[in-house]
């Protein structure tokens, strides 16, 4: 089993990955930080020295609009550089009639906007010529008019376009209590076949719901789905998003330490089952 264990990139780390990296199995880098469609940013010589993997956050996979194919050449750039494995972004609005809404927006789940969403992601495809995939976003409200399931969505979507998931197991937990759902079974009508990686993060309860925070330790509930959804597959790929409220660098890896110890006792638990 080939299991990758890494961390969403912070500037607040960076003297820490100096001194090497031998307990990271690779970096998630927001291309965003680092480059636009003309300029890419001085690039760390110890960020080209591991594995990495792009998540970008401005594609506006949902919208209507065509798709910003400056941002996409930004990426495009900046990706000769790094190299990484793959590339994903969400399933989400974040921009309407050119205006930024500085969010992930949902989209409407409907059997018409698989067309125009696919359409989009193979335009990213033919040009970024490496595996993308499409990740399940927190959502704080419905968009009315829904004909399908969120994971009926994502399925057609690797179906038509051959892509793979992001599956962010700390969305599906923010999202089961803030819209009153069983995140297990959301989770058995996932296509979790075609799930390359997997985000864990923290979340906090606020006034009114709870919010995506990516400021605080991951949550039981997050690690126990770590555990269900590593019983179901053969290999993982697990980035801790913490982004916010950053903790010293040794409390990430011990997080890091307890996403491994869960996805082996899924495994093991899977194994008990059979």
Not at 35 to 44: F, G, K, L, N, Q
Not at 190 to 204: Q, S, T, Y
Request: glycine letters at 8%; one cysteine or more.
């Amino acid at each position: 089993m080939n299991d990758r264990f890494g961390l969403l990139y912070d500037v607040s780390f960076s003297h820490d990955l100096l001194g090497g990296h031998d307990e990271l199995d690779f970096l998630e880098i927001i291309p965003d930080r680092f480059s636009t469609a003309d300029h890419v940013s001085h690039i760390p010589e110890f960020l080209t020295a591991i594995p990495t993997v792009f998540h970008s956050l401005n594609l506006s996979l949902g919208s209507a609009e065509a798709l910003d194919t400056s941002y996409l050449k930004g990426i495009s750039n900046l990706a000769k550089q790094f190299k990484p494995m793959w590339a994903s972004d969400h399933l989400a609005v974040t921009q309407i009639d050119g205006i930024h809404l500085g969010h992930l927006s949902p989209v409407r789940w409907t059997t018409v906007a698989v067309g125009r969403i696919a359409s989009k992601i193979a335009l990213v495809q033919d040009e970024l010529r490496m595996p993308f995939l499409v990740e399940n976003i927190a959502y704080y409200f419905r968009v009315p008019g829904a004909d399908i399931a969120e994971g009926d969505l994502l399925q057609h979507l690797v179906e038509k376009t051959q892509c793979g998931l992001l599956l962010d197991l700390n969305n599906v937990a923010v999202n089961a209590a803030n819209h009153g759902f069983d995140p297990y079974a959301y989770l058995r009508e996932f296509p979790l076949h075609a799930v390359r990686e997997i985000h864990i993060a923290g979340h906090r309860k606020g006034e009114k719901m709870y919010i995506d925070s990516h400021g605080d330790p991951v949550g039981e509930l997050v690690w126990d789905l770590l555990r269900y959804v590593s019983g179901k597959l053969k290999s993982v790929n697990v980035i801790l998003e913490r982004d916010q409220d950053m903790p010293p660098f040794g409390e990430l890896m011990r997080e890091l330490a307890i996403a491994r110890k869960c996805v082996s006792e899924g495994r093991n638990s899977c194994v008990g089952a059979a």
